[in-house]
């Protein structure tokens, strides 16, 4: 026979069941706290947009810039903007002067003729920059150049720009699509490290001289070019004693 269950354990399965039916668990509060991580995720600031360069004027086809780095640990920032082509240059009659002196058979090499100009500014950020530690800048076929440089090697091509200082180059080049022989795409432009600076002032080989940061930025009036379409993208690339853009011509 059966015994009846103790009293107290019959009183404890009542209130156990009591306290299931009406929720009696035990509580932390009425509102639950967030978690550190939670919290921290809340406060998190938005990512912040990366910065986009300020679009090109529209006469400018590209620039290109470049930090250089002496072996002093002086710095430089370099930047070469060239214009799109024009029928004749604001300094015409004196530009076409200094072809016809530096520059032979420039006025056969291209039916139609255009003129392209470039400015080259250099700027110290920092330290004192020696002016045998040199960088050379390209510029289209044949540059005819003045302000504050020197010519590499002869005149009427590739010039050393003093730094700090600002240049001006003015090359004639084809005046028929861009990408088409004589067209201003097909040509070099940028700087360099001299590898062979005999005869020119400079002091020649990367250990003087290294670039960084290379950058190069096309305007609207070169879209249209396919071989420009690559230049930004090849900024990427970029060693330690070059930031070129275009051809070898």
Known sequence: MMRPAPRCVAVAVLLAASMAL????PQTGSTAKASPSTSAA?????????????????????????????????????????????????????????????????????TPTKYLVANVVTTVTSGSWVPADSIATDMAAYPVWTGDQRPFRAFCGTALPLIPGIARAVSPVGGGPSDSQGGWAIYRYGFSVPSDAAGSGATAGATKVVLSACAIQL???????????????SAATATATSCTAGGTQ
Do not use: K, M
């Open 42 to 110: 809340r406060r998190a600031p938005s990512a912040t947009p990366t910065p986009t360069a300020t679009p090109l004027p529209a006469d400018v086809l590209f620039r290109i810039s470049v930090v250089a780095t002496a072996g002093s640990g002086a710095t430089a920032l370099l930047t070469e903007t060239v214009h799109t082509p024009v029928a004749a240059t604001t300094n015409q009659a004196a530009d076409e002067a200094a072809l016809d002196t530096n520059c032979d058979g420039w006025r056969s090499a291209y």
């Open 22 to 25: 009406t929720g009696c668990a």
């Open 219 to 233: 305007g609207s009036a070169a879209r249209a070019s396919v071989f420009a379409s690559t230049w930004a993208a």
